[in-house]
């Protein structure tokens, strides 16, 4: 047992005092007549008039007698005894005339956090508050915490709560500790140790010495209390329970007797204040548990309100509460008196709520769970909603609406489209996933569980390698991975022939993917080059697990290709160069994206060229593998036509040299050429400038002067010229000249002659010229 809450005492206390001597006379007039429907034996043990300023109301009065005559016991009278109950009466609800209708005020969240779940389902404020779920309840203020086999009704009742009250004190009188026994007023003291204030001061035993005299009751009586306390007893029929049952209407406005317990509104933005007065409500017992039903009519709010507990439980931890009421009070026609209808389950039952089955749960494609049953409400035909949970957690809400002719086949009458199938995705590892039919229309009691089904994911990734294609230097490798515990891209581990090459990241979008997988987002394909030695190769792809859930990698797929070593290139030609030719192409070996060639000239090797020029041309054409594969050669050679043939050389385990052609080219020998730009006598001599290049060879050739047939000087066209440079690209610039040569006096013959190089041609003469 715990002590009843002392709610109303602390409110009350402090109040009623000096009320003054007109209302104490009015009292006891009230007294005189009322006394008159006192039980006889009852009516002798009063002191008449009362005097000790305190009043119990005729019904409560008659109970506790009652209760006392029968549970007197260990030398208490009957008188004694009744005097015990009055007293924590007084302190609970009320000195004068205390309401046996009495409910419970201060349970708030404050005060005990578990007061929260008093308050309609547990929300302290909003629409509903007013369905208040009060505790502590009556003229002793038994309160459900206690365990008490008392409800609403039978506390209210004080023929049923002096009883309880009798037995409780008269035990503990009975069975007080033996240092007690000689003391009247511990002992009295310990009987009353529910009422926890009787133990902490006098007040208690001052109220006792009040109320007796010579064995005689000192109290006032108040007609106007019978043992219901306004509480009114009906006939109610409630869907689910029964027809004809006995209810209790406990309005708190019909309260007979003290109000000061109505007083007061509650305020959630103050949590030491009242917790709310509550609306009118009905009060069943059936079945070992208490209902406390509010209908609409009384609360004005769009749903009724039922909460159950079993009768001894704390209603803090045990009341369950459900959006309906289902209950017509017969007696005045009010509350939900129209007709639900009842449906029969397939498995027997007949119910008013919401029925049907969690048929299946399969597991599709590695995370994505489809979910099959059916709900029907017997309110309507319509089809109703279901709502999916995930490890407790609501996720979903979908509508049965799917046509199930088989379950029409078994429950007839609410037509064919009551079925559900769904699909939730999950993380890796074991879920419980669980369908709630949820109540729809007027009736029923509330939502109801289909079951929950344990639905294991596979936390190993998945996926597939869908294509190994041989490449220029490697493979391809196409194909997607999942793994259920993430979003994220999954890397990839590229064996060959069980060899680790290569880790690759699967984030290349596949939108043909993503529906299939729609909670991971689209970037899960895989679309790589790898390099590879060449030969056959067993190509493997490895998904590498994420955590938490799965235990190994998993192997999307091997495939045997071919890998070519085959060296190849192109020798795209060739071109006269000053004293020789030029070769010009691109070549590689695929095993080492790298080559060596050899130029070879009328069958005779003459060079071996590095691939070191970049062609970014032939790197668009075979990515992956670097651009630097040209080669660009002069190759010195004598006038003629020649045959030049390029070959790739192989590298690495696999491939031959490969030809890449042979070309013919034609060197022809030239004279030089050149020009006499300034010429001008001066200075006893003449100056002379212009350039001179021999086609032969790109370096400075030599001019010889001669004057009137001698030879005067010789000197090297070496001097910078940009714009000759220009004019015969691969010569470069220094071919220009400038000088002096001194001369005669006129007429003087002075001529200018290009010496050859190379094959032997003429020299050529630039100028000759008189001065
Ligand atoms: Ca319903
Ligand atoms: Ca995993
Ligand atoms: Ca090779
Ligand atoms: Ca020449």
Known sequence: M????????????????????????????????????????????????????????????????NASKEKAACGLTATQLSAMLIVPTSFESGTKSPSPMTLSRWDNVNVWSLNKNLFPFAATDGPYTGAFYSPGIGLWQFDSAGG????AASAIDTDTSAMQAATTIAYRWCNAPADRLADPVRRRAYAWAAWYYCNTDSRCEDAYDSLLTDDKLDIGIDSSIDHLGGMEKR??????????????????????????????????????????????????????????????????????????????????????????????????????????????????????????????????????????GWTIDPDTNDPTPVDISVDGTTVKRVTANKVRTDVSAVVSGYGDEHGFETTVDLTGGEHSVCATAVNIGEFGTGDKSMGCRSVMIEGEPIGALQSVVAAVGGVNLRGYAFDADTDD????????????????????????????????????????????????????????????????????????????????????????????????????????????VRVTVDGVLVKTALTGVERPDVAGVYPNLGVRHGFNAVIPSS?????????????????????????????????????????????????????????????????????????????????????????????????????????????????????????????????????
């Open 235 to 372: 006939v109610c029929n409630v869907l689910g329970l029964g027809e004809g049952l006995t209810c209790y209407y406990i309005d708190p406005a019909r309260a007979q007797g003290s109000r000061s317990w109505t007083f007061g509104t509650y305020d959630p933005a103050r949590p030491d204040y009242l917790t709310p007065l509550p609306k009118p409500f009905y009060d069943i017992e059936s079945g070992g548990n208490e209902y406390r039903i509010w209908v609409r009519d009384d609360t004005g709010f769009d749903i009724g309100i039922t909460a159950v507990k079993p009768v001894t439980s704390n209603a803090r931890t045990s009341v369950v509460w459900s959006r309906a009421s289902n209950l017509c009070d017969i007696t005045v026609q009010r509350g939900d008196c129209a007709k639900a209808r009842v449906a029969d389950t397939p498995w027997g039952p007949r119910t008013v709520d919401p029925f049907g089955s969690f048929d299946s749960s399969e597991v599709s494609v590695l995370n994505r769970v489809t979910l099959t």
């Open 2 to 65: 715990s002590f009843p809450r002392p709610d109303i005492n602390r409110r009350s206390s402090g109040s009623g005092h000096g009320r003054g001597a007109a209302l104490m006379l009015a009292l006891i007039a009230i007294i005189m007549l009322a006394s008159a429907c006192l039980p006889a034996d009852l009516a002798a043990k009063l002191v008449t008039p009362s005097t000790s300023g305190r009043v119990q109301g005729e019904g409560p009065l008659t109970s506790i007698w």
């Open 639 to 771: 006038p003629g036509t020649h045959s030049v043939c390029v070959t790739a050389v192989n590298e690495g385990a696999g491939g031959a040299d490969q030809p890449l052609g042979c070309r013919s080219v034609t060197v022809v020998a030239a004279s030089p050429i050149g020009n006499l730009e300034f010429a001008n006598r001066g200075f006893g001599g003449v100056i002379l400038g212009g350039w001179a290049i021999d086609p032969d060879t790109v370096a400075p050739i030599n001019l010889r002067v001669t004057v009137t047939g001698e030879p005067a000087k010789t000197f090297r066209a070496a001097d910078s010229r940009p714009d000759v440079g220009v004019a015969y690209p691969g010569y470069g610039e220094n071919h220009g000249f400038l000088v002096y040569v001194a001369i005669p006096a006129a007429p003087t013959t002075v001529c200018v002659q290009l010496i050859n190089v190379g094959a032997p041609m003429p020299n050529s003469t630039l100028s000759c010229r008189v001065y």
């Open 148 to 151: 008490w086999n008392l409800t």
């Open 489 to 596: 891209p999954l890397q990839v581990q590229v064996y060959a022939d069980d060899k680790y090459i290569n880790s690759i990241t699967a984030d290349v979008a596949r939108s043909d993917l993503a529906k299939d997988h729609p909670t991971f987002g689209p970037n899960h394909g895989f679309s790589k080059f790898v390099r590879l030695r060449a030969g056959a190769r067993r190509v493997c792809a490895v998904a590498v697990n994420a955590a938490p859930s799965g235990s190994s990698n998993t192997t999307l797929g091997c495939t045997t290709v071919t890998v070519d070593g085959q060296p190849f290139g192109s020798f795209d030609s060739v071109s006269t160069a000053p004293g020789g030719f030029r070769v010009w192409g691109w070549a590689f070996d695929p095993e080492t994206a790298d080559a060596k």
